[in-house]
């Protein structure tokens, strides 16, 4: 069973930041948030992961919260590509460690 | 060069049959798994490997048997194909099986069609 909770769908204009939300208040201190993407008809892509600090990439920004218990993901310029599917997924760290993806958010960007 | 590649990219097939998707990996990863991606568009992981060994049995039809040959490969076969089993199917990649290592690497995937 997935561990995070999303919007369905969100939308953003392009250019401007799509700032997306995950509640996940029963993550364990063990475990990482981790965000990946999948446009459509293609496999899933690795966007982002972190556990306590906010981190960020070429591709976009994760701003955890203090407590954990939430995130969002940041994508400063979104795009026309940047539609698809994101999903954020908890993941601890260790033998046999498991990705298990949820229904995920669909990001609509508009011209 | 494709990172993880899977064959064929299409299949369509009667119910019944038997069929098999291919995967392999050129990213030198230890760990490779499958996912099945339904109508619905949920994801779920089916299997994994590390270093040819079984580490991730899901609750999965026994009709549906991974083989890995060595740890730049991983097969998925299908027996007694039924309505029920056409999904998109994903092969993935990781560095290792902890995680550790962040990310996994997806396929394209194989889109089966059951009639």
């Known amino acids: 069973d997935a561990k995070t909770t999303q919007p369905p769908s969100m939308d953003c204009a392009e250019g401007r930041a799509a700032n997306l939300p995950c509640n996940h208040s029963?993550?364990?201190?063990?475990?990482?948030v981790y965000w990946y993407r999948q446009i459509h008809s293609q496999g899933p892509q690795y966007i982002i992961h972190?556990?306590?600090n906010n981190e960020t990439n070429e591709m976009a920004s994760l701003i955890i919260t203090e407590d954990r218990k939430s995130s969002t993901l940041i994508l400063p310029h979104a795009t026309l590509r940047d539609t698809a599917v994101y999903y954020c997924?908890?993941?601890?760290?260790?033998?046999?460690?498991?990705?298990?993806f949820g229904k995920g958010i669909t990001l609509s960007v508009r011209p | 060069d494709t990172a993880v590649s899977q064959t064929p990219k299409y299949l369509v097939t009667q119910m019944g049959n038997d069929k098999s998707i291919k995967c392999e990996q050129n990213?030198?990863?230890?760990?490779m798994y499958w996912y099945k991606q339904d109508s619905k568009k949920f994801l779920k992981i089916m299997f994994s490997?590390?270093?040819?060994?079984?580490?991730i049995n899901e609750t999965v039809p026994n009709r549906f048997s991974p083989k890995s040959p060595d740890k730049a490969h991983l097969n998925l076969h299908i027996n007694s194909l039924e309505l029920g089993d056409s999904a998109v199917y994903f092969c993935?990649?990781?560095?290792?099986?902890?995680?550790?290592?962040?990310?996994?690497?997806f396929g394209e995937g194989s889109r089966l069609t059951v009639l």
């Open positions: 993935a990649s990781s560095q290792d099986s902890t995680g550790a290592t962040g990310e996994l690497f």
């Open positions: 029963t993550i364990s201190g063990n475990e990482y």
């Open positions: 972190g556990l306590k």
């Open positions: 997924i908890v993941r601890s760290h260790g033998a046999n460690s498991k990705l298990t």
């Open positions: 990213l030198g990863h230890d760990t």
């Open positions: 490997y590390n270093n040819k060994e079984l580490i």
